[in-house]
């Protein structure tokens, strides 16, 4: 039995694991990193097999910050991912939108592929701050690239794509073991044929789709945004739903303001990385800086731009839409789609099946987003 690094923290020094599904080929996994790569990896393949295309996730924590599939970039979208110039396989894309979905959070993420690392891929991978990677293969060369990472330490496991995990699956909690039939369920375009109101377009059931797929694999509750083939913002782990779509929404927005003009012509002195640069951007968009944080950011670019004011954000928000949302239980309050319409939300999926289905229906006619009643929960825990 392979031993891990450690458990979920350094004091438990005794973790391992017993599979045959994956195998180590460089550095020495924790127990969440290895959580982190089971779970990426039945995210990527799953949206891979549903959207059929390169799909790449990026996990914190047990949890995807974010994921996506290959869709090609936008000019200011390379911009915002610091990717202009760079040959881009479908690959590569699909995990650039995954990390650009919040980039303040997957620093230091665990990676996950649904195809073998290409080289572009790994090209990619070499200049940015991650923990370890997941993949079901390495084409030639790009295996020696990451395991260099990190000074030889960054976690490269291999996965076997024809591997099928046990109907049952079991967990030791306390000494107690719980067992369940495993979540096996795979989400399908027709889960979203029962439309409650409204009409979905082909683009908004792919991104209701992509959506569904990063939620069944997301600590609950949780509830996802989705915009041109990736995750925008994701809620995760949260108690109450509604803290859920408002904390995903403040992340989409976030994302959105990432292509305004100010954020974009932010002018670095040489020498400030490229994460750096990224983090400050994120920064100055939430705008909330500390003292200490003012200081460095006045040090890090060439003239300190004007702040983003009120009217200025709510313009530029104002502007976007056709945004999907899906959540991973029913919608039980009106209260999620008023605040969801203030993100640009177009298109909802949920199970349905709350006493207030009606009422929530009717807080979507009136926001004019079409919602799909999927009949199924997806609670990850």
Known sequence: MPALKYGCNPHQAQAAFESDAVRVRNGAPSMINMLDALNGWQLAAELSEALDAPAAASFKHVSPAG?????PLSDDLRRVYEVGGRDLSPLATAYVRARGADPKSSFGDFVALSHPVDAASA??????VSDGIVAPGFEEGTLATL???KGGSFVVIETDPDYRPPAVESRQVFGVTLT????DRRLRLDDLDDLVWGELSDTAKRDLLLALVTLKYTQSNSVGYALDGQMIGIGAGQQSRVDCTRLAGAKADVWHLSRHPKVLGIAFRPGVRRQERIN????????DLTPGERTGF???VVDEPQPL???ERAAWLAECNGVALASDGFIPFRDNIDHAARHGVSFIAQPGGSTRDAEVAEACREHGIAMVHTGLRLFHH
């Open 123 to 128: 090209g990619y991978l070499k200049g940015v």
């Open 298 to 300: 006045t040090q890090a």
């Open 180 to 183: 369940q039939e495993r979540n």
């Open 309 to 311: 004011v009120p009217d």
């Open 147 to 149: 395991a260099a990472k």
């Open 280 to 287: 400050w951007r994120v920064r100055y968009i939430e705008g």
């Open 67 to 71: 994921a996506a599939v290959g869709v």
